[in-house]
């Protein structure tokens, strides 16, 4: 059923009761609305029928492709056993298996798992972990935070104060107690004849001189190790990862990875953290003292996020005094049915060698991307794991100020998600693509962009 302006019923009543997010709602006069009927693999079907790759994993979560039949099974499985149940003086075998699991994937340096439901939520916790367990310490002065330019770390209160995107932070900027925001190691701020690693020496100098000063009221540095994907996919050299964990150590700072969108295999290794050089003369891996993931963990499917602690962030809460525990109570913390999702998840990245297939995959997308990269309107081409990104030349600001939208419109119309931040298209793909559809995302990617820079 289609009325006048071409607009299906089902859009219709979502216009009309839905308050969509991250969207003007006005702009939905001429942005479309895509109706969602079902979901298959790297598919997207509406309710007429068409079908878009989703090339951007529904918003970075979605692994292993929609309605996927290993996950189907494991949850169908988990609801006959128990839905949910309170996690305060109760446990359960999805939660205990889930934590074990990702703690042995740290090597045990990050052994214990707080859980929560969504990215923003886990970003709170890591916060309040760091602030607390310094006051615990005796080290109550220890209230101000350190994030990077452009980071992005959820929009609530307290994530939004240590995030830098201007467009969701200076609305509210009234309400916030705003963090100390130091130079990032991004790549395309690299000086004639500097390289991605002297940006990340340059960026560590920064931050040090601001420890120098401070660290005896900073908490914490939180970092988006190796991508920093909301600001538009800035990517750093993995050296910076090394250089920040020393530096806080030195100057007795925790250090939080965000890797609630990097984590899980995206960036090329299960945690980012894992490709930062070994450092100090043990050439100890680095590890953050809190690391906080979310997104993909549950495969796309169930709300879940976790903030995973060392044994020192443990210990300073273990005491018989409730005031010097942790406190953050959430309803659905621990969620059985998403801790089986995620056990499913994680099931897939062993059975299926993912890590090294994503390899392969990689190639053959960075292969079949190779004529865009070298388009004369493409700049800083750029890729990291499982995530491409590229910004468009657009020199008249009127033209760029419609990019996005115009991109997002013609990528539908070649059945492809696509929704670029500003200027930068990006591909953030599942990790089930097969050769054709690897082949497919490149050449239709290519050709919505010869489209939209015709009229730009
Ligand atoms: C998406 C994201 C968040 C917030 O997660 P939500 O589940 O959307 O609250 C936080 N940090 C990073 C790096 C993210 O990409």
């Not at 446990?91 to 934590?99: A, C, D, G, K, N």
């Not at 994530?159 to 990032?184: E, I, K, N």
């Not at 959430?330 to 499913?344: M, V």
Request: hydrophobic share 45%.
């Amino acid at each position: 059923m289609r009325d006048e302006a071409g607009k299906s019923d089902m859009v219709r009543r979502s216009l009309k009761s839905v308050w969509h997010p991250c969207t003007q709602m006005q702009h939905h006069q001429t942005v479309p609305l895509v109706a969602v009927s079902h979901g298959r693999g790297a598919w997207l079907y509406d309710a007429d029928g068409r079908r878009y790759l989703d090339a951007i994993s529904s918003w970075w979560v979605n692994l292993f492709g929609h309605a996927n039949p290993r996950i189907n099974a494991q949850l169908k499985d988990q609801l006959d056993k128990l839905e949910h149940a309170m996690l305060a003086g109760f446990t359960h075998e999805p939660v205990i298996r889930l934590s074990e699991c990702l703690a042995a994937r740290t090597g045990n340096a990050l052994g214990h798992c707080f859980y929560a439901s969504d990215g923003a939520s886990a970003v709170e916790i890591a916060l309040k972990m760091s602030f607390h367990s310094w006051r615990n310490a005796g080290h109550g002065a220890k209230q101000e935070f350190i994030c990077l330019k452009g980071s992005y770390h959820g929009e609530t209160i307290g994530a939004l104060a240590v995030t830098d995107v201007a467009l969701f932070r200076d609305a509210y900027g009234p309400l916030l107690r705003q963090a100390h925001v130091v130079m990032s190691p991004d790549a395309r701020g690299a000086l004639p004849g500097e390289s991605a690693a002297d940006v990340a020496r340059r960026a560590a100098a920064a931050l040090e001189s601001l420890l120098q000063q401070r660290a005896g009221h900073i908490a914490a540095l939180i970092v988006e190790p190796l991508v920093q994907c909301a600001t538009g996919m800035a990517m750093h050299d993995p050296v910076y990862l090394a250089l920040a964990r020393a530096l806080c150590d030195r100057y007795q700072v925790h250090l939080i990875f965000d890797e609630i969108a990097v984590g899980c295999g995206r960036s090329g290794t299960f945690f980012a953290s894992e490709q930062a050089p070994a450092s100090g003369a043990d050439g100890a891996p680095v590890w953050p003292d809190l690391l906080c993931l979310s997104k993909g963990i549950s495969g796309g499917y169930l709300p879940l996020s976790l903030v995973m602690a060392t044994e020192a962030i443990y210990q300073a809460f273990y005491d018989a005094d409730v005031t010097r525990g942790f406190l953050h109570s959430h309803s659905y913390t621990g969620n059985p049915l998403a801790c089986r999702a995620a056990l499913a998840t994680l099931e897939i990245f062993e059975q299926d060698d993912v890590l090294n297939a994503n390899r392969r995959r990689a190639q053959r997308i960075t292969a079949a991307l190779r004529p865009l990269a070298a388009h004369e309107r493409v700049r800083d081409f750029r890729q990291r794991g499982m995530i491409w990104a590229f910004d468009a030349a657009l020199d008249d600001p009127a033209a760029a100020a419609g990019f996005s939208q115009r991109f997002f419109a013609e990528a539908l119309a070649n059945e492809l998600l696509l929704r670029p931040i500003g200027r930068t298209v990006y591909l953030m793909p599942p990790y089930i693509l097969d050769d054709g559809e690897c082949d497919l995302l490149a050449a239709r990617t290519a050709a919505v962009f010869e489209s939209v820079m015709a009229h730009a």
